[in-house]
DNA sequence: CTGTGATGAGACATCAATGTCTCACATGAG
DNA sequence: CTCATGTGAGACATTGATGTCTCATCACAG
């Protein structure tokens, strides 16, 4: 046997990250293979794509499997997703803009399966009360990948570093940018960061 | 004379936006030319996307300029700002996207101008006390731009109408999901005070 | 009407990415 | 050693998008 397709797989996730019209050839570089073996394993960049999608159906799946987000209070459970999406982050933005080029053909139902998981979290946080009502789960399911993609952008730029990723995302996903006098993002029993900026006057 | 430039322009942008690997073939018929005078008037996709990349330059330069980022609370400054950036969501979704393949050439100095004058909102936000300090003004600048992104693609796809997307926006933005006693998006411009007990454990 | 300018339609060559195939080499099993 | 398997390198044809050019048509100014 040789080259693991894992390997193979996360190699191109990477370079597609962000340089997404990547040539195969490429891509088999940046995997140390050569384009022929590369094509030995992936029919075409069509079945290389949706190997990748796969891919990332797969870890969203385990990221939601992980992050509980059935259990104790939604804000919490979206904090543990995003923490467990975080490994997965430059992938999926990929992913992100990649699927705005498959306008019109079908969506891979696992896509739909995790919009489902995640638009529940969101539906369970606003009628237990804690999320917001003027804003629909659909909105938030896309504002948080949207949001993920562009956190992984920021740091892969440069412009913030990784370890304040989750807490980018999460805060403003949760608390806005806006300041208050008892911050939003409180915990609610887990321990993430603790950075607040002593809300007092 | 013939062919509207800007027409073409704002064709190619609606198309792109949501395929963008269309055809030059289909930039035209969508604009309802040929594509030969396509080519008349842009000497290729290049340069067509380049004209699409000016024309987004300047349309968020107006956008800043007609939402006076310097006056009033900075809360309202970027209710203004997504207001006036509505009608070019589409575009900069395109445009946002397609940056990232621009990976390593030089980033066209107009949007190095548009970051900075919308940094320079969140920043004098931080100082004036409004907005949070622990999410850094380069973070909120690519948020926000995210965040127009996804509003224009839920927009786009009828998962949310035309009419929520600057509510959706501004209130998640600012006020995050959580709900809190004193909805962050009532403050439209006085701070009202917000004394309330509101200690959620 | 006539001339000018812009456009639509389409032919044609070019180019880059891709799909396919052959051949030689390396490795490991027997 | 000998064979089978997987791989690297590269040739070659195909395909789709593009760049370029020609020619007929249409609208409008004169």
Redesign the interface.
């Known amino acids: 046997m040789a080259v693991d397709r894992d390997h193979v797989l996360r190699s191109a996730a990477a370079l597609l990250t ?4 990547a040539t195969l050839d490429e891509v088999a570089r940046a995997a140390g293979i050569s384009r022929a073996t590369l094509h030995r394993h992936f029919a075409g960049r069509e079945a290389l794509v949706r190997a990748l999608e796969a891919l990332g159906i797969e870890e969203c799946e385990a990221a939601l499997d992980a992050a509980r987000p059935e259990d104790g209070p939604a ?1 919490d459970a ?1 904090r543990r997703l995003v923490r467990e999406l975080e490994p997965a982050a430059g992938l999926l933005s990929f992913l992100y ?1 990649e699927n ?2 498959f ?2 053909e079908e969506q891979n139902e696992g896509w739909a399966r995790i919009d489902e998981r995640v638009s529940a979290l ?1 539906r369970r ?1 606003r009628l237990s ?8 789960p ?3 399911t ?2 948080l ?3 993920i ?3 992984a ?2 740091v892969l730029s440069g ?2 570093a990784p370890k ?1 990723f989750h ?2 995302i999460v ?12 911050p ?3 915990n ?1 029993g887990e321990r993430d960061h603790d ?1 607040h ?1 002593a809300a007092g006057t």
């Open positions: 962000h340089k997404s019209t804000a979206v803009t705005q080029l306008e019109g969101f946080g009360g804690e999320f917001r009502v003027d804003l629909t659909a909105w938030l896309e504002a990948f949207g949001l993609a562009s956190g952008y920021v412009k913030a304040d807490h980018m805060e403003l996903m949760l608390g806005g940018a806006l300041r208050t006098e008892e939003a993002r409180e609610h950075q900026p």
